[in-house]
């Protein structure tokens, strides 16, 4: 049996807003993620999606329940050990390609190893070998203003994946993409998953990607349905 990577017990997350009232945004949500596959959560607009992602990417905390990474609670531990969880285990890819305008494919790739205090002489390989499983190594030394959307996000991919980590977590990462981009990128994560065993969730409310999911939760008003 696969391994399970991250599990949910009962999570639920209220958000307090400024009239005093509470939305529900995720409501005994219970997911589990296999290591080495790729999984989409898919749901309307204001279903949960980002909510859930956060909260599974340590970068927000349950109101109730609780997160486990590798069979460990993730969700009651110090800042500084969630911290490095998300720097040394995870990564992320989000809807608006953040890269630096003034820095090359290759350039944006390495820096990234460099915060992430990846050694020096084993940078430049990295970068080049990244670039090269999005296949981007005819691009390396373009600027994003020079790349279509696709391929800046490719980068963004490959930016993402440099330091090794466990899990990628993805929130919309097709969002400003057209169709057949789109459908490029998730077989890319596809491809990633089976030649490197990565594990990938990503959120989307495009149908047409869902085929090539191993694993798909659908949210509906903070709920997972079936
Ligand atoms: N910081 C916040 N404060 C108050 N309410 C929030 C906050 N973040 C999210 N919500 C609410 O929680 C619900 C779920 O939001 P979430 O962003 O998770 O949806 P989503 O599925 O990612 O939507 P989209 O597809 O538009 O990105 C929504 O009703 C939203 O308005
Ligand atoms: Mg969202």
């Known amino acids: 049996m696969a391994e399970i990577i991250i599990s949910t017990k009962e999570l639920c997350r209220d958000f307090k807003i ?11 949500v219970n997911v589990e993620i296999e290591k080495g596959s ?37 969700t009651d531990i110090s800042e500084k050990k969630r911290d490095d969880l998300r720097r040394y285990q995870m990564a992320f890819v989000f809807q608006s390609i953040a890269l630096i305008s003034s820095m090359t ?5 390495e820096f990234g190893l460099r915060l992430a ?19 981007l190594e005819k691009r390396m030394f373009h600027r994003p203003g020079e790349l ?6 490719r980068v963004a991919i490959a930016r993402a994946i440099a330091h090794n980590p466990l899990v990628v977590f ?3 990462p097709t969002a400003e993409l057209d169709t057949a981009t789109s459908l490029y990128i998730v077989k890319l994560f596809k491809e990633l998953v089976a030649r490197f065993g990565m594990t990938i969730i990503m959120t989307t409310h495009d149908p047409s ?15 997972i349905v079936e």
Do not use: C, H, W
């Open 18 to 28: 400024g009239d005093g009232s509470v939305v529900r945004a995720l409501k005994n």
């Open 38 to 74: 790729l999984t989409i959560l898919r749901g309307r607009s204001g279903s949960g999606k980002t909510t859930l992602t956060n909260i599974l990417g340590a970068l927000d905390k349950p109101t109730k329940g609780k997160v486990f990474f590798k069979g460990d609670v993730i």
């Open 105 to 109: 494919a290759y350039e944006n790739v």
């Open 117 to 135: 205090k990846y050694p020096y002489d084993l940078r430049d390989k990295r970068t080049r070998e990244v670039l090269a499983n999005v296949g």
């Open 148 to 153: 279509s959307g696709g391929e800046q996000q």
């Open 170 to 172: 993805a929130d919309e």
């Open 209 to 223: 990607m869902i085929d090539i999911a191993d694993k798909v939760y659908t949210l509906e008003d903070g709920e």
